[in-house]
């Protein structure tokens, strides 16, 4: 059975850095990433790590701000955030999945119950 635990969110000011981290057991696939969703609006990708090669994804949304690693000693996958900003501000899950290792919500099996991020400005 696939358990994901995030923790690390928080509020912070803006131009701000958090990083979240997500706990992974009885996982053991190769697709790995994490999403946000604000109040009102779509769930959104915003970053994908494939295992294999260590390959990332980022939308424009964060590219150059946000990036993901995977701990291989803790079995975490890691969101670090910087230059945040108030349209930052969301619930922030991390999933894993065995389709085709995409940015969209669909292809991921397994999620998390989601950390809260909030961006003051």
């Known amino acids: 059975q696939v358990q994901l635990t995030e923790s690390g969110g928080g509020s912070v000011q803006a131009g701000g850095s958090l990083k979240l981290s997500c706990m992974i057991s009885?996982?053991?696939?190769?697709?790995m990433a994490w999403f946000r969703q604000a109040p009102g609006k779509k769930r959104e990708g915003v970053a994908r790590?494939?295992?294999?090669?260590?390959?990332?994804y980022y939308p424009d949304s964060v590219k150059g701000r946000f990036t993901i690693t995977h701990d291989k000693a803790k079995n975490t996958i890691d969101l670090h955030m910087t230059g945040l900003k108030p349209e930052d501000t969301a619930m922030y899950y991390c999933?894993?999945?065995?389709?085709?290792?995409?940015?969209?919500?669909?292809?991921?099996?397994?999620w998390g119950q989601g950390t809260q991020v909030t961006v003051s400005s």
């Open positions: 790590f494939w295992k294999p090669d260590g390959d990332t």
């Open positions: 009885g996982y053991s696939g190769d697709c």
């Open positions: 999933a894993v999945g065995f389709d085709l290792c995409s940015i969209q919500a669909i292809h991921y099996n397994d």
